[in-house]
């Protein structure tokens, strides 16, 4: 069975004759003979009784009718909806950031994107950089924007911008007016750090320790999984942390915060889009990567 024999029953069915139907198909009614009866060879089953007031159908060729109808329908319908993919006017575009990318840059940027293009909806997840990674390679997202750039096979990372990560401490803490302070007085502080796997820790971790600290002898007061809860504990006194300059902006100028400068360290680490390697994008996924290039790109 194919399509072009459900057009042939269909035409025949409605015109309620095989010359009609062969005529609204543009075929010589002996091929429309030979598909009807190849349909009905293939189900074993007579579709049509041949009769001098032209084909009737049979109640078997009734059941099929309904079918066909909405089996031509979907047939019909799919051109238009791949159309309407490729030209991202309707689609479903899926996608994830590690913490900075998927609380700043990624909701910062969609403005663009769903102006340019009004009928995507855009489903954005967050995680650390090795979460989106994982669902990366196990396709529940398409594309990711990530801060850390980890070994593996399957996945492509293309340069997107550069983050610049800060010490702060609370209004009033002791460092707040001394200009800046000598890498050994880390070790004074108790710190408030993120999870394992979090790109900005790992930054900052790689530039301490070549900076000559001891990053083990660093003091955690806390472990927190967000950026935002992270900020909060620094405003409520709990410690110091190095944290994304673009997560503390507002902060910073609502003098909530101070940013400590550090003698002899500078911390940035790139932020980078990433997809799987090989992989065909889907149209939605080009226009995300453009738009970041665009809003960001170096």
Known sequence: MNLKQLEIFLAVADTGSFSKGAEACFLTHSTVSQQVLALEDEFDLRLFDRTGKGALLTEGGKLLLGRARRMLGYAREIPIAIGRF??????????????????????????????????????????????????????????????????????????????????????????????????????????????AGSGTGQATVAALREAGIDTGAVREAVSLGSNHAVTRAVIAGVGVSFVSAVSVELELAHGLLVRVPVDGVAITRQFYLVKRKGRELSPAAKAFSAVMTETYGE
């Open 86 to 195: 490729k030209g991202v006017e309707h689609a479903q575009l899926r996608i994830a950031g590690s913490s900075i990318p998927g609380e700043y840059l990624i909701p910062a940027a969609l403005p663009a994107l769903i102006g340019r293009y009004p009928g995507l909806a855009v489903t954005l997840t967050q995680g650390d950089s090795r979460d989106v990674q994982q669902w990366l390679l196990s396709e529940q997202v398409e594309y990711g924007v990530v801060g850390g750039h980890f070994a593996g096979e399957g996945l492509e990372f293309e340069p997107l911008c550069r983050d610049e990560i800060v010490l702060v401490a609370p209004s009033g803490h002791r460092w707040a007016t001394v200009g800046s302070i000598p890498v050994q007085e880390l070790l004074r502080e108790p710190f408030v750090v993120r999870e």
